[in-house]
Each structure stands twice: as C-alpha cells, then as structure tokens.
C-alpha cells in the first residue's frame, strides 16, 4: 500500500504538460541534427556515453547534482532509459548503482550543463564535451549486451 501511496505524492511533484513539452522540445532539437541518425555519429555517441558520461556518475563531484550530457549523449542516454532493466543493470555494472535522469526545466538544464561541461573539461582533458560531428572516431565495440 505505501507504494502506491509514494507513486501518487512522486506523480504530484511532476507538471506533466512542462515534462512533455521539455520532451518535445528535445526531439525537435534532435531531429534539425539529422546527423545524430549517422551510423558512425552514433557510434560516437554511444562510446562517449558509456567510457565517459556513466561513469562521470562515480565521481565524488557529481554527488548526486544534476547533469546535462551534450547533445549526442543526451540522445544516446534517453533511448537507454527507455529499456529500464537494461539500464537498471547497466548502470549497475559501470557506474554500481542507477544514475537518476528526471526532468528539469530549461534554467536548470542550463546551470546542469556548466556544471556538466566543469566536471567533464577536469576528468576527461583530452576528449571535448561538444563534439565536432565531422571529426569522429570509427571504432567502438560496446560492452553493453545486446
């Protein structure tokens, strides 16, 4: 019972009508970035997801504040999430607990993304947080299972 109880009071802290229109707004914003559908842009994203965005999650910096992944992982990072148990367990194998991804409003992405892009520049110097979608690596195999 006091699961239902706890799913009611979390549905009453989420304005619905904002949440869909953030989701809305991001997939129009993915779809005028027709190369994020490239096969080697998307593999990009993907190892930049999974060697660098999950386990940025174990750093003592992060400690539970909001992220906002660029663009390409951001794309890579909603398809995940909608595969819960895949990502459930994934994130259990890279980062040892689940990486919460809720929604938050534009200010908030704005203030996550500087302190995203602050976290990433000092783990990761030599790999950019913004990508140049013409300048990519080709090779990845990911670990995920498939």
Known sequence: MADITDSVELSSQIDFVEAAQSELQFLRLVDHHPHLFEDHVFKNALRRYELFWLPLFKSVDVDGKELQAPLDIEWIWQAHILDCSAYERDCRNIVS????????????????SVRARTIWDKAYPREPFEVDFQDLPVLFHSTFPK
Do not use: P
Request: no cysteine.
């Open 97 to 112: 607990k689940e990486v919460d991804h809720r929604i938050i409003t534009n200010l908030e992405k704005e203030e996550a």
